[in-house]
């Protein structure tokens, strides 16, 4: 999304007028339906009129291309400020400039993290250097047209108001400051001779509006990238937040005792990349010595990790690495360094494989650790015996004397990495109330189809191109093929529909076995892992009559125990389970409707909840 695209000479009489903000506020009304908070409308002011004297003292030609406020395709990030030009060669070029209105930072002793003060106090941030690094590396890594035409990027930072010290430009940062170098308030001169020295001829291409309008390059996956990574290979570049997580990890890891035990509270969205967050944690505390475990209640990550390992790994070695959630009962105090725990809603009270001995599962785990983070996301338990809160784990920590910390994961990489999507998803669903009542503006392909037929035809078409597409249904078809293997489970006798559920041939690696577009997941197989393409088939578990979201628990299958007990605790606390019972199928349709990384397509068995998607998807 290109909020400011315009030729330097458009640029400065835009400023000069003293109109940009107001033009780019326009924009964001015109693009996305709202205003931009009252902070960023200052920031714009201050901070693009700096570059005003920067862009006017340099010799860079009048018809290069400022771009500002660039949305990376795909990507909740914005690139603040972009000149894009063509080098001596006459090849494309761009100088990605992060601006910042900082005075003054605190070192730390994390890499790429610096403290500094923001509007609620003293937090700590990436460097400037290394987030505009990052954003360049994200921009090479999806974006068709930069990777494939070569296209020249040049990262660096602008911190107008801040004075020359020795802590921004501390050597501790050297390896970012010399991949994106930083100029202070004293550098307006040097900053326009950097663009004047690599800007050579003007953008008579339009090199922006390629970038913007480009294809996105294949996405790389956990699961194919784990090998790689597990032989100390870097495979994904960390941003903003990501980077802030694992820094601190790594920290308190390092600091972690048996007499100063931590516990870090990571909340997380659908498709922030959190496990590629806790992959990368478990290969580099290895790396350095802290014997680490990365833990699931949920079979099918460590089913798929096995399988795509097997073939460069000891299964005995894999297994050290990859646990269960029940597996620390009988484990000693702090027997582990650190334990990363993926999907921690998922975790039960008791443990073992029938969910019925021990105590709890969170005080286990933080027993048996000196440090053990844990990966939540309360709006994504799908079972009656998830734990799912946060605050069982704070009382856990605190009974086991163990230090609390919280942080968040908000960096979108899938569901097109679009916030407004989630947003939208959570109001449609009615889990909470949004400013995103509709679609309208958001990138993305979501669809909804009166015949489920066509809809699987689409999805046998795309899953041709890299076999990541796959269908998905909320458990409420008997499993009657367990039995008898020639009867269909999914059956839709007015489409003349039949279909196999994939909890037999494949198991827990579905979503990687080349025919298993053939069958259809739920969420027991699909959970934490995703895809390019889904399709998500909606039962009457949950329907919509006149605009309300309404769930019915007795429509889910016999088969599925994650609802076994509900009619029983109805009678102890009839108000409580209702609404848990409605949190928890609404909240099964949230995560199937966020596997995805490009589009989502449902069919409803019921027609007045297909019309109500319709209607709000715009």
Known sequence: MLVYNNTKKQFLQDISTNNIEDILQDRFLEILGKNIAPNEYISWQNSLREMYFVVQNSRIP??????????????????DFIVAWK??????????????????????????????????????????????????????????????????????????????????????????????????????????????????????????????????????????????????????????????????????????????????????????????????????????????????????PRAVYEKKLIQDIKKTEISSLFTWSWAFVNTKSNTYWALIVDEAHRLNEKSWMFANLWENQIKEIINSSQFSIFFIDEDQKVTFKDIWEKEEIEKWAKDLWAKVHNMELKSQFRCNWSDGYLAWLDNALQIRETANKTLEGIDFDFRVYDDPNELRDEIFKKNKINNKARLVAGYTWDWVSKKNPNENDIVIPEHNFEMKWNLASDGMTWIISPDSVNEVGCIHTCQWLEVDYIWVLIWPDLIVRD????????????????????????????????????????????????????????????????????????
């Open 87 to 300: 080098d001596k060669n006459q090849n494309e070029a761009i100088v990605i400039i992060e601006l910042k209105q900082w005075q003054n930072i605190e070192l730390t002793d994390k890499d790429a993290i610096v403290k500094t003060r923001f509007q609620h106090g003293l937090k700590e941030t990436n460097h400037p250097s290394y987030q505009a690094w990052s954003y360049a590396m994200l921009l090479k890594g999806f974006n068709s047209f930069v990777y494939n035409e070569n296209v020249s990027l040049k990262p660096c930072a602008f911190l107008h108001n801040y004075k020359p010290d020795w802590l921004i430009d501390n050597e501790f940062y050297k390896e970012y400051l010399d991949l994106a170098p930083v100029f202070l308030k004293t550098d307006k001169q040097k900053l326009a001779d950097f663009l004047s020295e690599n800007i050579v001829y003007g953008d008579d291409s339009d090199v922006m509006q390629k970038v913007d309008s480009s294809e996105i390059r294949p996405s790389k996956v956990l699961a194919d990238s784990l090998s790689s990574m597990l032989k100390w290979n870097k495979e994904f570049i960390m941003i903003d937040d990501q980077k802030l997580v694992y820094e601190t990890s790594m920290s308190l890891a390092k600091k972690s005792s048996q007499n100063n035990k931590n516990v870090l509270i990571v909340e997380w969205w659908p498709g922030t990349w959190k496990s590629v967050v806790a992959i990368n944690l478990l290969v580099d505390l290895n790396k350095n010595g802290i014997n680490s475990r990365y833990v699931t209640k949920n079979s099918a």
């Open 62 to 79: 009048d018809n290069v291309t400022i771009s500002i406020e660039f949305n990376i395709p795909w990507s909740s990030k914005r690139v």
């Open 547 to 618: 605009w309300k979201v309404l769930v019915d628990p007795s429509k889910r299958a016999k088969t599925d125990a994650s609802l076994k007990w509900y009619k029983k605790a109805m009678l102890e606390k009839p108000d409580e389970i209702k609404m848990f019972v409605k949190s928890l199928i609404k909240n099964t349709y949230r995560t199937l409707m966020t596997r995805w990384m490009k589009w989502c397509y449902i069919y409803s068995t019921d027609k007045e909840t297909r019309e109500y998607f319709k209607n709000i998807s715009g």
